[in-house]
């Protein structure tokens, strides 16, 4: 079971490299998201081994907090989760103009983008496991995203559940392949309990808030939005 962390989390760079392939137009933006994305595995301690302690490369997670797979795993995660709802959906990248970023909700940007690292550190001191008010951040901060750009409600949405049916995939794949690995590495007594088809709620309400958060958070950080080909077609006609 030593390997099973590295292994689980590098899978994750499978469906990565493939939207990184067949989507060259999205790969600037892949790989900014993931970048950014990949130093939230520096957060770790905060759920070791308080929501699980898996065994890691050099007992590094063990000894102290910290480990190589959580990198690897938020890096992928983290490009995933911002362009797979564009991705699938065949939508082309525009980019916000110079002056639409200065207007409107644009200007609620930074502080949408804010509110997930807000809110965490407040819910953080409540009497509960951590995992909690990182599901509940990410979530009010994908309701962040959308009170400031109401037209993400669809992408945030689909988002979420997008990346909420890739990591239930995932995470079925680890309860088939490592049969007791869950039991022997989450901290199962300090959650819920409740198990669906071998996964702990808490997993799946982390890909859901997740996709949420960061399939929203996509247009803030790059200032590019999805468009149906014909819809900005439409807009580039407009303008002439």
């Not at 939230?40 to 190589?68: C, H, K, M």
Request: charged share 10%.
């Amino acid at each position: 079971m030593h390997y099973v962390w590295l292994i689980w989390s590098s899978a994750f760079m499978l469906p990565w490299s493939l939207l990184y392939s067949v989507k060259p137009a999205f790969r600037k933006e892949m790989l900014q998201v993931s970048l950014l994305t990949s130093l939230l595995g520096l957060s770790e301690p905060i759920f070791v081994p308080a929501y699980w302690n898996p065994p890691s490369l050099f007992d590094l997670a063990q000894r102290t907090g910290f480990d190589i797979e959580s990198l690897i795993f938020c890096f992928a995660i983290g490009g995933i989760g911002a362009v797979a709802y564009n991705a699938i959906a065949n939508r082309e990248l525009d980019e916000v103009s110079c002056n639409a970023r200065h207007r409107g909700h644009h200007r609620w940007h930074r502080l949408a983008i804010s509110v997930p690292f807000i809110a965490f550190p407040i819910l953080y001191f409540l009497p509960w496991n951590p995992i909690y008010p990182g599901i509940s951040a990410m979530a009010i901060g994908g309701i962040a995203n959308v009170l400031c750009c109401p037209d993400l409600l669809r992408n945030t949405l689909i988002g979420g559940m997008l990346f909420l049916s890739l990591y239930a995939a995932f995470m079925l794949l680890l309860v088939f392949l490592a049969p007791g690995y869950i039991e022997a590495v989450w901290n199962l007594p300090a959650l819920s309990g409740v198990m669906i088809g071998g996964i702990p709620l808490e997993e799946l309400g982390f890909g859901f808030s997740f996709g949420l958060y960061w399939s929203g958070i996509y247009e803030h950080l790059t200032w590019h939005r999805g468009m149906q080909n014909d819809t900005r077609r439409f807009e580039q006609e407009g303008t002439k």
